[in-house]
């Protein structure tokens, strides 16, 4: 199945008609009438979320990251280095192989808008790493010797290699599982790790900075989420058994994974980020994800450390933590349940 045209002039094809992938669309993108409502809701969250990197307050940060332990700071820029990665892989997938592949026009316009995001979230990346390294190179490089980073980040980019390597429906319908993963699950160990740190007092911008990340990654869960909600509607014959089963599989190897990371980084001794609790909690993010695209958990756990959730809220610190110019961005916060 070939990319879309850019200008098909030839299209009939009507507002009712437009579907998520596989459509015939004109090329216009014609928001004034739209068929998937969602796509304009969480457009409009996403324009009211905008935020700036450069905005977030680092100088602290750089004076607490002199006296954290040797363990604090090797999880500090394993973190920082595989969150660089995965928003440099999204910034080019969603653009170059994500949206050709869409036919909706106004859930083109929220990838796009997704990549600016990754984009941005890439520039908050240098903003950190300035902040506290002279030599920004050792954190950039950190995958080129770090066998278990290199071993995340090959293993994220093979999925992807791999699904769009042949374009079919179903692989697209896997794609989307993919960006769900990666949105839903792939960043989590390293959020909690450094909300962990500001948790005990340290490296508080850089937590501050990781809220407005997460907050726009929570957006790309729903965007994806909807998209197979959608689709599975529209479509139910590409959710076949080989479909979800491979889908499964991808939720079970990325939580291995992630797993996985989350206990190399913290080395199970860092400020109660234990591997029990890593292990447990990624397994409850997995059943969460599944279950908000309507597929079944496979853990049935429950969450291990709650106080992550309230401390990932933009509302739940104490007010003088951070510059006032920064809490005038958080213009409330996101629930899973708003879509
Ligand atoms: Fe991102
Ligand atoms: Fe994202």
């Known amino acids: 199945m070939s990319r879309k045209k850019i200008y098909n002039p030839l299209s009939k094809e009507g507002v009712d008609d437009r579907s998520i992938i596989s459509g015939n669309p004109t090329g216009l993108v014609e928001l004034t009438k739209v068929k998937y409502q969602w796509a304009i809701n969480i457009w409009d969250l ?57 036919t909706a026009p106004e859930i083109n316009v929220l990838v796009a808008r997704q990549s600016f995001e990754e984009a941005l979230h890439s520039s908050s990346y240098a903003v950190m790493v300035e902040s506290i390294s002279q030599n920004t190179e050792e954190i950039y490089d950190m995958w080129r010797k770090d066998p278990i980073l290199y071993r995340k980040n090959s293993y994220i980019a093979s999925v992807y290699d791999e699904l769009v390597s042949n374009p079919t429906d179903e692989m697209k319908v896997l794609a989307m599982y993919a960006v769900q993963i990666l949105e839903g699950i792939y960043f989590y160990s390293g959020f909690t790790a450094m909300y962990t740190l500001a948790r005990a007092g340290k490296m508080l911008g850089s937590a501050q900075m990781i809220r407005f990340i997460q907050r ?11 998209m197979l909600n959608s689709l599975r509607k529209e479509r139910p014959e590409l959710f076949t058994k080989a479909v979800e089963d491979r889908a ?39 059943d969460n994800r599944l279950k908000a695209v309507q597929l079944k958990p496979l853990y049935n756990v429950q969450h291990p450390i709650k106080w992550v959730d309230k401390f990932s809220q933009f509302n739940e610190q104490k007010s003088n933590f951070f510059e006032s110019t920064v809490s005038n961005y958080s213009k409330g916060s996101l629930s899973f349940d708003d879509f």
């Open 46 to 102: 996403m324009l009211a979320n905008t935020w700036f990197p450069k905005e977030v307050d680092m100088t602290t940060d750089a004076r607490d990251y002199k006296s954290l332990s040797v363990d604090e700071k090797r999880m500090y820029d394993l973190v920082l280095s595989q969150l660089i990665f995965m928003d440099s892989i999204q910034t080019n997938q969603l653009q170059d192989n994500i949206n050709p592949f869409i």
């Open 216 to 226: 726009d990654e929570i957006s790309h869960l729903l965007m994806f989420q909807n």
């Open 248 to 286: 499964y599989q991808m939720f079970e190897d990325a939580t291995k994974m992630e797993i996985e990371w989350g206990q190399h980084i913290s080395n199970n001794k860092i400020l109660g980020f234990t591997d029990q609790i890593i292990d447990q909690y990624i397994k409850y993010l997995c």
